[in-house]
Structures are given as C-alpha cells and as structure tokens.
C-alpha cells in the first residue's frame, strides 16, 4: 500500500500533526499507566543504589553523582523504545490495525515518522519526571549541576531519537509471540552493559567488554548525560555521545523506515 501520492490536496505536516495529536490524546488518558511504567523500575533502582545502600555503607555516597545520569538514561530509553515497538508490533498483528493508519494521504515513512516523534516525546517526558524524583529521593549530589542545561537537553533528545528509532526497527521486525524475547534477549542486555550504573571509563579493568559496549546506544546516552549532568565525574566526551547518538538513529531510522514499508505494503 503506496501514499505517495493522493487524490486530496491536505498537506502532509497537516496530517502528521493530526496523527501525532492522536497519540498525545491516548496517552494523555493513559498517563498514570505510562508513568508507572516508566518511572517505577528507575526509581526502585534510585531507593536501591542511590539511598538504601549509600545509608548503610555499602557503597560510597558519591556513587550517586555516577548512579543518577544512568538512571535518566535507562528511563528515556525504556520509554521511547517502548512507545514505539509495542504498539507496533501490535499493529502489525493479526488485526493490522495499522491499515487505518496507511490510509491517510501521505507517505507511508511519513507514518512511521510521526510514531518516532512520538516516542521522542514520551522519552522527554519520562526524563523530567524522573530527574527531579531521584534527586528528592537520593538527596543532595555535590556534582550535580544544570548549567549546561542546553546540552542536557540536546543529549535527552538525540538519546530518545536513538531509542525511538531502535523501537521501530524492533516493531517492525519482531513477530508478537516473540515479544517477549525482545527484552530478555536485548533490553535486558543493553541495560546492564550500558554504562548506566557505572562509568565508561571503569571498564577499563576490562578492555576487551569496554569496547565491545560502544555498540550498545545506551553507553552513549548515560555518558552523554554524565558530561552534562555530572562533569565532575569520569564520563566519555559530550561530542562523541553526541556524534554515536546520530549516526545511530540515522542507521536505526534508515533500517527500520524500510522494514516498516515492507511490512505495510506486504
């Protein structure tokens, strides 16, 4: 099924901002769901890591300046890649609900855009919920600072792009009785080797796992935001997470855009 082109005149921004207003509209009614969702793992890790073992001094108290950005990290990325890949592979389903989708006058990439956008906007939101509930929780972090704030947000926004584009690539790719093995197989994997409760920099008491993480995307968005967040702390260059955040949701963006036409127009 093709919408390159159309018998109607409606402009495509017009219709990419209807779907997007739907989106908002279904999780706006489902925003405790959504919060709990994504808030509740980040901050048992928070009570966890960053109050109960610091307070009983198992772990140093400034483990929390290291703790925090990869908390953000792992809520941002669950998120997105979430918001997207679910609800596709739910689409994508014996139903395929996603054909009401693909009726609307436009490109069939403008379709899986507008899914992107939106999982982007639940990452963002997921973050500023997050980040002022672990520092509440985990209390005063002497290196903390949000004077780089602009930067911070940049990171945020390129991570939750990473990760929205990786949950298209797995809705598209991945059948609904394998759901299941998305996470056991790669999320699980992609959290605890990335660099989220520990820095970069540490692994290199094993250099052979410190360079075979770069290519998990998570690396990027926990360091990104511990040079922003947390400078004070080792932490990778802000412009190499950078640069790895967009070269990987382009490849990402590239890989799932053509396995999301495929499947719509199959």
């Not at 219709?15 to 925003?31: C, G, M, N, Y």
């Not at 960053?50 to 950005?69: K, N, S, W």
């Not at 790719?173 to 093995?181: C, F, K, M, N, R």
Request: charged fraction near 10%; proline fraction near 8%; charge should be positive.
């Amino acid at each position: 099924m093709n919408r390159d082109s159309s018998p109607t005149s409606i402009p495509a921004p017009r219709v990419f901002a209807a779907l997007l207003r739907r989106d908002l509209h279904v999780s706006a009614r489902e925003l405790p769901f959504f919060l709990v969702r994504t808030c509740l793992q980040p901050v048992l890790f928070v009570v966890v890591f960053g109050y109960l073992l610091p307070r009983m001094g198992f772990v140093q108290r400034g483990y929390g300046a290291a703790l925090l950005p990869g908390i953000l990290a792992i809520s941002l990325a669950l998120s997105s890649v979430q918001a997207v890949a679910l609800p596709m592979v739910a689409d994508f389903g014996f139903t395929r609900e996603i054909d009401d989708r693909l009726l609307a006058p436009v490109a069939v990439r403008v379709v899986a855009l507008e899914k992107v956008v939106f999982g982007i906007l639940q990452g963002l939101v997921a973050a500023a919920v997050v980040l002022p509930v672990a520092r509440l929780i985990m209390g005063p972090i002497d290196a903390l600072t949000l004077a780089h704030a602009g930067s911070v947000l940049a990171i945020t926004m390129l991570g939750s792009a990473a990760f929205s584009a990786l949950g298209l690539l797995l809705g598209t790719g991945i059948s609904p009785p394998q759901i299941g093995l998305m996470f056991s197989v790669i999320v699980a994997p992609m959290i605890f080797f990335g660099c989220a409760y520990y820095p970069w920099q540490g692994l290199s008491a094993v250099p052979v796992l410190r360079w075979a993480v770069l290519v998990n995307p998570l690396v990027y968005v926990a360091e990104g935001l511990r040079a922003t967040l947390t400078p004070g702390t080792p932490h990778m260059p802000v412009a190499a997470s950078g640069l790895a955040l967009v070269a990987l949701t382009a490849a990402f963006w590239a890989w799932g855009a053509r396995t999301f036409e495929r499947r719509a127009i199959g």
